[in-house]
């Protein structure tokens, strides 16, 4: 939603802006150029972007429009599930978790948690990671350094389509130019034309210019910083599972891993103390 009032807010006050300096709104509509401008960009990042990355970067801008998906209530109910399993592995043993991680669907613990059960990845993370500590034999700081490892690597992989967002950002202003050059080279064809043909075939090839430079600082790069945001707000609700996770293996209580698990949520969807303390007791009566 705010994404979408961002553009309306660079398009209208670029327009209002123009107008009050008596410029003509019809005069940018130059559809040359943006068949230019666009195609160049379109087709450059067919060139640069191998077709999985593509498929990623389209996932990504969609998920640009949802917004920030991993709120308070979202980690909430993260450190619900973590306790519940962890309470059933303290209490009946690490065994009696097998079936919830082996069929987290139809277990009754990850059942209440369904935006965890759409997180596949996350989802993935934390059950495989609980399959391999039931085979057992693995020290809590290997543990640690593979879930690390697990970490970088999807963080890096995500990180792809930003950076070829940001990429065709940067290249924006550089095909402006190309397409005002093009114009110039249509407005020395005309030079001997009238002064008012001439002046209108310049101003439609500087529209070129502005036209890149407007895409690449009022839409495109901050499309790809907002993308690398929703990474870095994605990667936290990683590190919050590992922290669980790596701090039962320590041999922590139940309630101490969601603890070690909470403190490394952003303060700015952080759940107080006593809001998990309230879920926990909910949690034990359930």
Sequence with gaps: MFIIIGFVIVIGCVLVGFMMHGGPPAVLLQYNEFIIIGGA???????????????????????????????????????????????????????????????????????????????????????????????????????????????????????????????????????????????????????NGPPEEIGLKVAAALVGTFIGILLSYGFVGPMAKHMELLNASEARFYECIKAGVVAYAKGNAPIVVVEFARRVIFHSVRPSFSEIETVIKEARKG
Excluded: W
Aim: hydrophobic share 45%; glycine share 10%.
């Design 41 to 191: 960009g379109i087709g450059s990042l067919l060139v640069g972007t191998p077709l999985a990355i593509l498929k990623q970067m389209g996932s990504s801008i969609g998920r640009m429009f949802k917004g920030d998906q991993f709120s308070k209530e979202q980690y909430v109910n993260l450190l619900r599930t973590m306790f519940e399993l962890f309470n059933v592995a303290q209490r009946d043993g690490l065994i009696n978790v097998e079936a919830h991680i082996e069929k987290p669907k139809e277990s009754s613990i990850f059942s209440k948690n369904t935006f965890l059960l759409e997180q596949h990845h996350a989802l993935e993370f934390l059950c495989d990671t609980m399959k391999l500590m039931l085979g057992g034999g693995i020290a809590a700081h290997d543990l640690e350094a593979m879930l690390d490892a697990d970490i970088d690597s999807h963080h890096s992989e995500t990180g792809n389509a930003p950076g070829i967002v940001q990429t065709l950002a940067d290249a924006f202003p550089g095909l402006g130019i190309v397409a005002a050059v093009l114009g110039i080279i249509v407005t020395m064809g005309a030079i």
